[in-house]
């Protein structure tokens, strides 16, 4: 199995910026497609962006665009999202996620492993 943690999350200013960083360990041998979520509470888990094996194939949802940029090093297992200009709404646990696939996906259930959460909180 792959486990997965996240860092890096913490309180920032409006217009501020934080980097999140998924460290993946275990059986990491596999190409998998590595993904961000969040969720506020009372609200639905979001996806927030995700990365093919290679890099080269990224989604972001519309509220992040122009803001957060998601990268991979596969030589060290790990997955980032910069987030810049932070507003707010930004403000949840932000979850980083593992799916078995060489497809780029959206939607939680596609996603096989999920590390435990980092906090962000964004303050006016």
């Known amino acids: 199995q792959v486990q997965l943690v996240e860092s890096g999350g913490g309180l920032v200013q409006t217009g501020g910026s934080l980097r999140l960083s998924c460290a993946a360990s275990?059986?990491?041998?596999?190409?998998?497609?590595m993904g961000w979520f969040r969720q506020a509470p009372g609200k639905e888990r979001e996806s927030v962006a995700a990365?093919?094996?290679?890099?080269?194939?990224?989604y972001y949802a519309d509220s992040v665009k122009g803001r957060f940029t998601i990268s991979r090093d596969n030589a060290k297992n790990t997955v980032y999202l910069q987030m810049n200009s932070l507003k707010p709404e930004d403000t949840a646990i932000y979850y980083c996620?593992?799916?078995?696939?060489?497809?780029?996906?959206?939607?939680?259930?596609?996603?096989?492993?999920w590390g435990q959460g980092t906090q962000v909180t964004v303050s006016e």
């Open positions: 990365i093919s094996w290679t890099g080269g194939n990224t």
């Open positions: 996620a593992a799916r078995s696939s060489m497809v780029v996906a959206t939607n939680p259930e596609n996603y096989n492993y």
């Open positions: 275990g059986r990491t041998f596999g190409r998998y497609v």
